[in-house]
């Protein structure tokens, strides 16, 4: 299998866990089948592929069982809780994904990777966190949470007061070697689930966890460029990348080069908390040596896949 193309598939927010709904397994089982009607189809082409995923809402249940709990069992840090997830989220994928397969006389195997993402000791979001997470509290609780926790809060504008955190820029996955000669070999492996586990280097060579999470949107290309793939396929909540977004002048993009998705990005287009992690992930993969990059809605993965829908960002 050596001859066909390696892409990574970035699974959305979106994808496992829906706006409106509980949430619960069951819900996300369902949604993982749904969301993998696009990966089948590179699948039966013949793609190497690994595959990464969102945890947004994961994360921000999985802290309040945390909270809830603290005063029965040790709480467990932020980065043991990606970790966790990537374990339990890369479970329901892997699983579903491994269903489709047979189903379709696929012989093809699937591996669930922990997956560590190396972080600069000293990026700036370490010492100016303003990634939020968890539930929304009341302003009466703040002090005792700054005072007996340590936790930054900030009020975030429509929700309430919520912790942040670091979201340190990802430089390099720690196991890119080995998920690089499974990709080869065939297997396809789903890893750096929610961005990867955040870690620093030692001045001894060893790893330090950090209490931080990485966006899942530039990990993917990251993860993308240290396996040397060809594609990577970001899925989100829209069909298409769009210019003057949500105004009367709104324009919908059937393709970028690279230079116009940097000159797009210069313009303020994409702003950070919605387009502009993806046209920076788009950016840095395509810089990097990448051929293409996709970004289209979950559920038309099929058809961005045949360039009927979608933003195709090209070298």
């Keep these: 299998m050596s001859e066909e193309k390696i892409a990574v598939v970035a699974l959305g927010g979106n994808a496992i866990s829906r706006e409106f709904e509980e949430g619960n397994i069951f819900e996300q089982f369902a949604n993982t089948r749904r969301c993998l009607l696009g990966v089948l189809q590179l699948i039966q082409q013949g793609y190497k592929l690994a595959i990464t995923h969102g945890n947004g809402p994961q994360v921000g249940n999985y802290l309040i069982r945390v909270e809830e709990s603290r005063h029965r069992v040790p709480p467990i840090p932020l980065g043991v809780i990606v970790a966790d997830l990537e374990g339990g989220m890369g479970y329901m994928i892997a699983q579903s994904l491994q269903n489709k397969l047979i189903r379709n006389n696929i012989d093809r195997s699937v591996a669930t990777m922990v997956t560590q ?49 670091p979201s340190p820029i990802p430089l390099q996955i720690v196991e890119h070697r080995v998920i690089s000669r499974l990709v080869n070999d065939g297997t396809i492996v789903i890893a750096a689930g929610g961005g990867g586990t955040p870690v620093y280097v030692q001045d001894d060579g060893t790893f330090e966890g950090v209490d931080a999470v990485v966006d899942k949107d530039r990990a993917a290309a990251i993860l ?88 195709r960002i090209r070298r």
């Excluded at 700054?146 to 912790?163: L, Q, S």
Aim: zero cysteines; charged letters at 25%; glycine letters at 8%.
């Design 117 to 165: 993402v190396i972080v600069d000791r000293n990026d700036p979001s370490i010492s100016n966190p303003t990634k939020f997470v968890g539930p929304v509290y009341q302003e009466h609780q703040l002090e005792h949470l700054k005072m007996d926790r340590g936790w930054i809060i900030k009020h975030d504008i429509g929700r309430g007061y919520r912790r942040v955190v």
């Design 224 to 311: 993308a460029r240290d396996i040397n793939a060809h594609e990577l396929f970001i899925l989100t909540a829209v069909d298409k990348v769009a210019l003057f977004y949500k105004t009367p002048q709104q324009v919908d993009l059937d393709e970028m080069t690279l230079d116009q998705a940097r000159k797009y990005m210069a313009a303020g287009h994409f702003p950070a908390g919605n387009m502009g992690p993806k046209i920076e992930a788009a950016i840095q993969f395509l810089e990097h040596g990448g051929d293409l990059v996709v970004i289209s809605s979950v559920e038309n993965m099929p058809d961005a896949i045949r360039g009927k829908t979608g933003t």
